[in-house]
């Protein structure tokens, strides 16, 4: 299978990573290479084998239902490119 | 007098505990080290201050009984450290700083150790070569314009030419083992779940492993020893009572049987690493161990169902990465997608893109079932053929790597080609495997080449001893001219 | 079994080229109750300051890593006991990837292809008689924080303390009808969560919220209709009044022969219309994978078998109990059931009253007083006891209801209990036969001409005797009593 150039574009759209149109082509290209190599995948008949779910033999652990965090929004925040000293603050959502 | 920055860790420890050496003046011999180094750019942040700071503390206050007593260690600039700018290799984080720290160097610290500075390495951990890091190429100090491997690039790099007596990496592919072999150092990935991932940032969950980098094995089994144990903050982190790496290292390997995969001899392999291989077989079966011929079919497939499952899980662990909470912003765009888009497309560079694309293809609708869960199966077969040889063998020894360092920007247009550096390493990190690389001689122009241990789940110990009695008998010395000084 | 009613269903569309039959099914989103989220030891309490609740694990900071809460697992699996459904020993946590300033992480952590619980149903009585609604799934998820639109301009402002919050995420077969069935099934759910305690069920403060998915079919067609999805509605009424627009928008398009886009659209409460969401269509592609930092949840059947065990009795079974052991009829039953606080009460009034007086009591007086008040049985200024006091009053011709009434008023107003009150006001009725024939004779002898008339034939006039002898006796005389005294007198 060969991927395109709208597709590449749908996928980015997806990723949310704006593609520069004119770095479009050797992406396309770069991308067709490693897709063909990973596509050696299909020599093999895999109808009988159950995917892998975890490397790990062992059930989910669980911890017990106590509060022991929050109340940091000073950390929380101190990071933002953009806060209010209460709320995150991003550009306006377009409904 | 002799050059401390030159020992071995666990050479300086002596020198600490019998105080022959303070922990200042060790901390000033590596300061002065990484000052006339810059042209290695191994470095992304240093802490000089705060690591004088700590040494004196320790100095005024030693406690012999740790670990790491009074060890100043750099640190590869993936694990989150508290109050020290931790960047990912990335643009998109070159300004966070994290009010936490990661377990793994929690533990060192508590150890005895303290924070000397943070290493480069690919952004994300996603490179073979450190030359996708925001922050440059690193350069190998066997040779200028060679690359250092990676993603662990800073810290190979670093610990060859004595810029911190050991180092810490993460290995999602051969991030720890290849550039390990690409400096004449010693790097083990552990079995997954043996040490935490808790405040590492993440690349791709279900494989990424911190491990120790070391100039020997027994400093290894220290640093082992000091940053594994049970987290209850990570989900898939081991439940199991500590062990003394370090202490129980044994040269004595007789009668241990030592697989070798046919299937690890690939085309186009340089000579001289079979010949390696061919020594290392030698070694081992000189020192009593039986060796014998396996089969592991499923290796070819690998590369390729790693190139599905990595870039997958990264395409959703680098979602995060949004400019809304931390880190970089974009200030183009007029609305929040627009922010998105020009946010992550400024913020991370090309490979890191490129893996979020083929990570994001593969899960998509349509392609899901044709990509990520065939890999899926394919990984299934890969752990199968370990599980089905580790029942007939103890140990399994392949080659680090199919070549020996190569140039800078001689693999960076060719993915692909950059991509099968890992062909020896992918599969233990599909199967939750430890592995050891090992420093086992050079290649003609003089470049370290090394040999790989592979282990059963949590049998670190069996494989660390193997290479202490193969180190012991090797005869390898890694001697690096100091150049760039 | 139920026996079908008499009223039958009739819900349909009628357009201009037949007669349409609307098809309902929900992904009602029910927040857990438990102290701490589904994945990180913040607190889950609703009210906080902004960005209170928030630890580096819900706002997604680099390494930080997901740890499940046991609690949050096993109130999915009580719920799933109480929807009669399969509980899955297997499930697995996945991740739904999709970009929005409200999910810090950039995916969800849900459930897709193995949830906690598989398929179960509910029982909705319906005035046409018993209706089972099948449930598809029931599944864990994380929710997300809040957008806020309207503080700035042109900016949006983000809250994550109910980022991470547990929710189960119920999935209703395409079961449903009519909105009168989405609210008795939002209702029953609802009730049922609240005796579990595994959910509050509080609207307001969008502990319940649903996502209706609505198509039409021409009535006799099997085959379902393109489905839009409704996202997000977050009252009863909105969601019947979401599905009523979108009805009737289907059927207007297949009747001027265009085709209905399956997509997700919004309800705008304030115009009353559903209309198209585009900036979610190119996130459909949610890109699902399990969550590589969880394993699979293994149940142990132990565990299983035991939260099975705790169950509390539940509102269909309390129901029949209600039927059987207190003579209650269906409607009774259902309207004293359908609150566990609300039969608590009612079991505590009828052991120390009258089963069938209690019920007519509360079901009247006391659940108009306190939906006057704006209050629910659990802070009701009349304590069971108290009002199992009054219903025994009654009960015993202590009091006549017209003065149980008045009682009750006072007893509101001042808080006493009623013997109180019936003593010191001297509201007890009079009930010995000697006193009463006495002042009825008083009454009749001021009023020889009515008995004139009624003896001649205007029978009529019965009633205006006992008004007298109400309004001579303060209404304290006993009715029936009365009643007989006066025919005796009136016949002499």
């Known amino acids: 299978m060969s991927l395109d150039k709208e597709k590449i574009k749908h996928v980015a759209k997806l990723a949310r ?33 159950e995917p892998l779910t975890s490397i790990l033999n062992q059930s989910l652990r669980s911890r017990k239902d106590e509060i022991n965090d929050g109340k940091i929004r000073e950390k929380v925040l101190k990071n933002s490119p953009k806060d209010s000293k209460e709320f995150f603050v991003v550009p306006k959502v377009v409904e | 007098m002799i050059d401390i920055t030159n020992q071995s860790l666990n050479q300086i420890i002596k020198r600490i505990k019998t105080k022959e050496i303070s922990s200042t003046d060790l901390t000033k011999a590596y300061i002065k080290n990484i000052e006339g180094a810059k042209k290695l750019n191994a470095f992304v942040t240093t802490t000089f201050d705060y690591a004088l700071d700590k040494a004196k503390q320790f100095d005024n206050k030693p406690n012999f ?159 082992l020893e000091a940053m594994s144990g049970f987290d209850e903050k990570d989900s898939t982190s081991i439940n199991k009572k500590k062990e003394n790496y370090s202490k129980n290292l044994k040269d004595n390997i007789k009668g241990l049987k030592i697989g070798i995969p046919k299937e690890y001899r690939v085309d186009n392999m340089p000579k001289e690493i079979d010949e390696l291989w061919e020594k290392g077989k030698k070694i081992l079966k000189d020192l009593g161990a039986d060796l014998i011929d396996i089969s592991l079919p499923h290796t070819k497939y690998a590369l390729p169902t790693y190139y599905i499952v990595a870039p997958a899980e990264a395409s959703s662990n680098l979602a995060r990465y949004d400019g809304v909470r931390y880190g970089y912003r974009s200030e183009k765009g007029k609305d929040l997608i627009e922010m ?146 | 079994m139920v026996v079908m009613k008499s009223e039958k269903f009739d819900y349909f569309i009628n357009g201009d080229k037949g007669k349409y039959e609307v098809v309902i099914g929900l992904e009602v989103h029910a927040q857990v109750l438990s102290n701490s989220k589904l994945f990180s030891g913040s607190p889950t309490k609703f009210g906080a300051e902004p960005n209170e609740h928030v630890s580096l ?150 502990s319940l919220r649903a996502d209706v998915n609505v198509s039409v079919r021409k009535v006799g067609v099997k085959e379902f209709g393109t489905r839009c999805e409704i996202k997000n509605v977050n009252s009863i009424k909105f969601m019947q009044m979401a599905i009523e627009y979108e009805a009737s928008r289907q059927v207007e398009l297949l009747e001027s022969g265009k085709e209905i886009d399956q997509e997700t659209r919004l309800f705008d409460t304030k115009k009353n219309e559903t209309r198209s969401m585009r900036s979610k269509e190119d996130a459909h592609d949610y890109r699902y994978f399990p969550d590589p930092d969880l394993l699979p949840l293994k149940l142990d059947q132990k565990l299983v078998d035991d939260l099975k065990k705790s169950l509390p009795e539940l509102p269909d079974k309390k129901k029949e109990r209600f039927v059987k052991d207190y003579g209650l009829n269906a409607y009774e039953a259902n309207v004293l059931v359908s609150e566990k606080e609300i039969s608590d009460y009612y079991e505590e009034v009828a052991k120390l009253s009258d089963n069938k007086l209690a019920a007519t009591w509360m079901m009247g007086d006391l659940f108009a007083m306190l939906n006057d008040k704006g209050l629910n049985i659990s802070n009701s200024p009349i304590s069971a006891k108290d009002f199992a006091e009054l219903v025994q009053a009654i009960k015993s011709g202590e009091i006549s209801g017209r003065i149980a009434k008045e009682v009750f008023e006072i007893m509101i107003e001042s808080g006493d209990n009623p013997k109180k009150i019936i003593e010191t006001k001297g509201l007890k009725q009079q009930s010995d036969p000697k006193e009463l024939e006495k002042m009825i004779n008083e009454i009749l002898a001021k009023n020889k001409d009515k008995v004139d008339q009624y003896k001649s034939g205007k029978e009529k006039l019965f009633g205006f005797f006992v008004g007298q002898v109400m309004k001579s006796s303060g209404g304290k005389a006993n009715p029936q009593l009365t009643n007989e005294i006066l025919k005796k007198l009136l016949k002499g």
Request: hydrophobic share 35%; with cysteine.
């Open chain 2, 65 to 223: 009984d740790q670990l790491l007593p009074g060890i100043p260690l750099a640190v590869k600039d993936l694990f989150c450290t508290e109050n020290f700018k931790t960047t990912a290799g990335s643009n998109i984080l070159n300004n966070f700083v994290p009010s936490y720290e990661s377990t793994v160097t929690k533990n060192l610290w508590d150890n005895g150790s303290f924070l000397l500075g943070k290493l480069n390495c690919d952004e994300f951990a996603m490179g073979s070569s450190n030359e996708t890091s925001y922050f440059g190429n690193v350069i190998n100090p066997v040779g200028d314009q060679i690359v250092p491997g990676g993603s662990s690039g800073g810290s190979s790099s670093a610990l060859a030419a004595d810029l911190t007596p050991a180092t810490i990496g993460t290995d999602t592919g051969g991030s720890i083992r290849q550039p390990a072999s690409f400096t004449g150092t010693v790097g083990l990935k552990p079995t997954y779940g043996l040490c935490s991932r808790w405040g590492i940032v993440a690349f791709a969950s279900s494989l990424d492993q911190a491990g120790p980098m070391t100039k020997d094995i027994t400093d290894c089994a220290i640093m």
């Open chain 2, 340 to 485: 998105y888009e020009n946010t992550r497309s400024e913020g991370f560079g090309d490979e890191v893109k490129r893996r979020i694309l083929i990570g994001t293809y593969v899960l998509s609708s349509g392609y899901y079932d044709a990509y990520y869960l065939k890999a899926q199966k394919v990984r299934q077969l890969i752990k199968k053929d370990f599980d089905d040889n580790f029942t007939k063998v103890d140990a399994i020894l392949t080659p680090s790597t199919p070549s020996s360092a190569f140039k800078i920007g001689e693999k960076t247009n060719d993915p692909v080609s950059m991509y099968l550096n890992d062909i020896f390493t992918v599969p233990t990190n599909l199967a939750g495997l430890p592995a050891l690389s090992l420093p086992a001689g050079l290649d003609k122009q003089g470049l370290p080449l090394g040999l790989q241990l592979i282990g059963k789940p949590l049998d670190e110990q069996k494989i660390l001893n193997i290479g202490y009695a193969f180190e012991k008998n090797c005869g390898f010395k890694n001697e690096i001219k100091k150049w760039w000084s």
């Open chain 3, 57 to 206: 694990i819900d706002s997604a900071f680099p390494g930080m890593l997901p740890v499940i809460n046991e609690e949050c697992v096993k109130q999915a699996v009580r719920t799933g006991l109480g929807l009669n459904a399969k509980i899955n020993n297997y499930s697995v946590f996945d991740r739904k990837n999709y970009f929005y300033a409200d999910l810090p992480q950039g995916y969800q952590i849900s459930q897709y292809k193995n949830p906690i619980v598989g398929e179960g149903k509910v029982l909705l009585d319906m005035p046409y008689g018993s209706k089972e609604v099948g449930i598809e799934r029931l599944h864990l998820e994380q929710d997300a924080g809040k957008s806020i639109h309207d503080m700035d301009p042109s900016n949006t402002y983000v809250d994550l303390n109910r980022s991470g919050i547990a929710l189960m995420e119920i999935v209703s077969k395409p079961d449903l009808r009519s909105p009168d069935e989405v609210n008795a099934y939002i209702k029953k759910l609802r009730s049922i969560m609240r005796y579990l305690g595994t959910c509050d069920g509080n609207m307001q403060e969008g």
């Open chain 1, 17 to 49: 990573i704006s593609v520069n149109e004119a770095k479009v082509d050797s992406l396309t290209k770069d991308l067709n290479s490693i897709f063909k190599f990973i596509e050696q995948l299909n020599e093999l008949d895999t109808n009988k084998v």
